[in-house]
């Protein structure tokens, strides 16, 4: 069954450093991957998916993505934090019959 | 609309009561999603519309839960006799894509149920 693990619950940065969020997946076949990003008591919104061609895919807000086949590995970058990006972010993986499966989630806090 | 539409945002059900919630995708938004969230987690899928037709239900967690969309636009999530356990917040998405596991979902804001 496909999963994908986020394993740090909450993470803090500094505002200006530089982030990466780790995301594993788990999928037999060649994954769909993407990041969504949900601020409190709002939806999610999708920063950037991948489905194939360039492993470095870009996004909104000045994030990006590496997906890393050997490693299964789709971790999420950005060069330098915003205060407005302390929020909880989504890795998730399309699975067969149209769903997708989400990790837990990892909360980023921003200190100035 | 421009997004996706759910109502109530908010519900507080007693224990044994039944709820409805209602979601309007994008017009236009072939496919459509739930997932419930519960506190502290990602969300797991629920059900699948493809236009009017139930494709996949087998996040549905027992039969008390019930979803349709008879119409192939709105749809509403019924939770019968419900639980503390059914306490969450419960997410409709839409897409316009068709292609296995590749849907890019828009989500709405989500209704957050508490059942005391």
């Known amino acids: 069954a496909q999963s994908v693990t986020q394993p740090d619950i909450h993470i803090t940065v500094s505002e200006g450093a530089s982030l990466e969020l780790r995301c594993n997946y788990s999928?037999?076949?060649?994954?769909?991957l993407f990041w969504y990003v949900q601020s409190p008591g709002q939806g999610l919104q999708l920063l950037l998916k991948?489905?194939?061609?360039?492993?470095l895919v870009q996004g909104i807000k000045g994030f990006e993505a590496e997906f890393k086949r050997s490693q299964s590995s789709f971790n999420l970058r950005k060069p330098s934090v915003h205060w407005s990006d302390a929020a909880e972010y989504f890795c998730?993986?399309?699975?067969?019959?149209?769903?997708?499966?989400f990790g837990a989630g990892t909360i980023l806090r921003v200190k100035s | 609309g421009a997004g996706v539409s759910q109502s109530p945002r908010y519900k507080v059900a007693k224990r044994g009561q039944d709820v409805a919630l209602r979601c309007d995708p994008i017009s236009g938004h072939v496919s459509l999603f739930w997932y419930q969230q519960a506190l502290g987690q990602g969300p797991e899928f629920l059900t699948y519309f493809q236009n009017e037709a139930q494709l996949d239900k087998s996040g549905l967690p027992s039969d008390r839960f019930f979803a349709e969309r008879p119409e192939g636009s709105v749809s509403t999530l019924k939770i019968q006799r419900t639980q503390q356990e059914d306490s969450a917040v419960y997410l409709c998405?839409?897409?316009?894509?068709?292609?296995?596991?590749?849907?890019?979902?828009?989500f709405g804001a989500g209704s957050r149920l508490t059942v005391l």
């Open positions: 991948y489905f194939s061609g360039d492993t």
């Open positions: 999928y037999g076949a060649t994954p769909y």
């Open positions: 998730a993986v399309g699975a067969s019959g149209n769903k997708l499966v």
């Open positions: 998405a839409s897409s316009r894509g068709r292609i296995p596991g590749a849907n890019v979902l828009t």
